[in-house]
């Protein structure tokens, strides 16, 4: 890939290749069934969406997975936890954005983020509908494909250090928690310059790519946000939880360029006690 990863361990390149691969891979499954009328949409226990595009292509990733570094754990989102003894693990999410995907909104992605201990190493973000990429590994930097048929190119965070000046983007008011969420919400938007709802893994995109500032996750799973630590950790941004806390299992994210998370922080606390 270039000189940009010569200083990447070898067996993190080899995972980042095999995350890239795999990723475009999926993301030609769900493309199969993106728009169409044959989506075998079912509902989770949670009463989330879950189609048949969802299970393609999560066995196409642990397959590739399984087959080139078989001692590797992983976790997807559609068929659980599979242990391993490399102390490397992949957390996977076939469809992020499965209502964009529904919907035939084209702003859901397949993510896949791999980590060794609790260190993240790689992350890639897949746009399927947009052949457009965001990529990553430690040491390497983080990388930007915008299109098809496009080269990579320096992913960068915004230089936005004041929150009046800021625009944050999250999913959608209804995610919010009745009791103390909407105020969590409010509270932000009027800090903020202004927000958005760009959808799920696409407004991570935004971030990493210089769009957007702020991405606020009221409800969130880790492999809805796995690739992103890696991403951020390169680019010098930040992925807490609502209390400030660097993980990515809290069930809440903000995730900020180098200058907003104290400020973002501040509005949480206000509102919800966050710490």
């Not at 206000?270 to 710490?275: N, T």
Request: hydrophobic share 45%; net charge negative.
């Amino acid at each position: 890939m270039g000189e940009p990863f010569q200083n990447v361990d070898r067996a993190v390149m080899q995972r980042l290749e095999l995350a890239l691969e795999a990723a475009r891979a999926a993301g030609g499954v769900t493309l199969q069934y993106f728009q169409g009328d044959q989506l075998g949409t079912t509902a989770k226990a949670d009463g989330s969406p879950v189609t048949e595009a969802d299970k393609g292509a999560e066995r196409v990733l642990r397959a590739a997975i399984e087959d080139a570094f078989p001692d590797d754990a992983i976790l997807g989102e559609e068929f659980g936890e599979a242990g391993g003894t490399s102390g490397y693990r992949w957390i996977l999410d076939p469809i992020d954005g499965t209502v964009s995907f529904v919907q035939g909104v084209p702003l859901y992605g397949t993510l896949v983020g791999v980590y060794k201990g609790d260190a993240p190493v790689v992350g890639v973000v897949h746009i399927p509908a947009l052949s457009e990429t965001v990529y990553a590994a430690k040491g390497g930097g983080a990388w930007w494909i915008p299109g098809p048929a496009q080269d990579a190119r320096p992913a960068s965070l915004t230089d936005t250090s004041d929150l009046a000046g800021a625009l944050v983007v999250t999913t959608a008011l209804e995610y919010f928690d009745p009791e103390t969420g909407e105020d969590v919400y409010t509270r932000l938007a009027r800090a903020c310059k202004r927000t958005r709802g760009w959808s799920d893994c696409y407004a991570h995109v935004l971030l990493a790519t210089g769009r957007c500032d702020v991405v606020v996750e009221p409800t969130i799973n880790q492999w809805d946000i796995a690739p992103m630590a890696c991403v951020l950790g390169e680019l010098g941004g930040h992925l807490v939880d609502w209390r400030g806390v660097h993980r990515i299992d809290g069930g809440n994210a903000i995730l900020t360029n180098a200058h907003l998370k104290a400020a973002v922080l501040g509005v949480f606390g206000a509102a919800a006690g966050a710490g």
